[in-house]
Structure formats: C-alpha cells, structure tokens
T-cell receptor, first 116, second 116 residues
Framework: AQSVAQPEDQVNVAEGNPLTVKCTYS??????LFWYVQYPNRGLQFLLK??????LVKGSYGFEAEFNKSQTSFHLKKPSALVSDSALYFC??????????????FGKGTKLSVIP | GAVVSQHPSWVICKSGTSVKIECRSL??????MFWYRQFPKQSLMLMAT?????????EQGVEKDKFLINHASLTLSTLTVTSAHPEDSSFYIC????????????FGPGTRLTVT
C-alpha cells in the first residue's frame, strides 16, 4: 500500500519568512500526490497536486510543491508566509484499492503557525 | 469550482439515538463518495467508500451495521450513525470524486457529532 509521512507535527515560522512543510512518500508505481489545507472545524481545501510533468507544482494561495523522485519527497513551500496561512496541512497520495478504485491516503498532518 | 456540502454542520444527540448526515455534490456528479472520520489533532481516517447505486465498501474495523451509508444518486450520499454512543463523537467529513476527472476529490466542510 502507498503511504505518506509528514515528519513534523508542528512548524512555526515568522510572518514574511519562507515556509516549508515536509512530506515523503512510499509508492509502488508512479505517485499521484496532493496537498490539502484544513482550517479549524472545516473540511479540507485542495491546494495542489502532482500527477506528471514539471517537478515544481504551483497551487492555490501562493503555495507550491516540489516533487523529488530521488528523495521521494513532495515538500510544500511558500516564499512569504502570512498569518492567515496558519492551519493544518495534509499531504496525501492516491492509493489503488482494487477493482479500478482509488482512494486518498493521508499523512498525519502538520500544524503550521505563522507568528506575526 | 466543485462544491460539496454537508448537513448538518454540527449535531448533538443522546446516546442510543440515530443521526443522519447528508453529503451533496452541488455542481458536479459524483459516482464515488468517501466518508472520513477525524479525531482531534489527528488525520483523516477513511471509513468507507460508496459508489452510486451499490453497497458501500467499509474499511477494516468499521462496523457496517453501525455506520450505514447510502449513495442513492450521483449527488447525494448519507451516513447514518445508529445507536450512537459517546465514543462515536467525532468530526465526520465526506468527499466526492468528480465523474469527469478521476484525480479530483472534493471535500465537504465536515459535521461535528457530539453524543451525550
């Protein structure tokens, strides 16, 4: 089965500084990778995905992620953090569950706190 | 953009009663819908996958008789928690996969269930 790991439970960054939220993956074939953001008591919002193509993927709200096959990583980045970016971030991989069916497998999440 | 709604957004029920949560895809058709459960400060755990017109597929450890899932149309899936107990209190999130794009999975805002 596919899996993703988010090694950091929490990331703190000062407003205006660049931020990185780490994600590594383990897949048996070509990885389909996703990042989602969750605000308190809300569902998940899609940020970006990597299916194929350029290793640098640009997404919503100024976020981007770099796919690195040799390091099996898909870290989320933003050049300049905003206080409003403070939220819970989930990395996910599309997992094949049999009979032509796919589902998302999520990492445990990383809480991002941007300090004013 | 694709929107998934859930109703109610929060519900309080007494132990032993049943509660139904609705999940609707508002502007797209979804052959597949997913139900997740999220405990505080934890990741999303997939409970079941439902395909329109067929029985849901439950993940290991999820009681199908307790968590009844119905996917009667391409825009509506329901989760009924039967004979609820305090340990069923959680945040339930549904997700729907776009019929057109098999990569995109859209999430509802979640339902907070509290069983007293």
């Amino acid at each position: 089965a596919q899996s993703v790991a988010q090694p950091e439970d929490q990331v703190n960054v000062a407003e205006g500084n660049p931020l990185t939220v780490k994600c590594t993956y383990s897949v048996s074939g070509n990885p389909y990778l996703f990042w989602y953001v969750q605000y308190p008591n809300r569902g998940l919002q899609f940020l970006l995905k990597y299916i194929t193509g350029d290793n640098l993927v640009k997404g919503s709200y100024g976020f981007e992620a770099e796919f690195n096959k040799s390091q099996t990583s898909f870290h989320l980045k933003k050049p300049s953090a905003l206080v409003s970016d403070s939220a819970l971030y989930f990395c996910a991989v599309r997992d094949y569950s049999g009979a032509g069916s796919y589902q998302l497998t999520f990492g445990k999440g990383t809480k991002l706190s941007v300090i004013p | 953009g694709a929107v998934v709604s859930q109703h109610p957004s929060w519900v309080i029920c007494k132990s032993g009663t049943s509660v139904k949560i609705e999940c609707r895809s508002l502007d797209f058709q979804a052959t597949t819908m997913f139900w997740y459960r999220q405990f505080p400060k934890q990741s999303l755990m997939l409970m079941a996958t439902s395909n329109e017109g067929s029985k849901a597929t439950y993940e290991q450890g999820v009681e199908k008789d307790k968590f009844l899932i119905n996917h009667a149309s391409l825009t509506l899936s329901t989760l009924t928690v039967t004979s609820a107990h305090p340990e069923d209190s959680s945040f339930y999130i549904c997700s729907a996969r776009d019929l057109v794009s098999s990569y995109e999975q859209y999430f509802g805002p979640g339902t907070r269930l509290t069983v007293t």
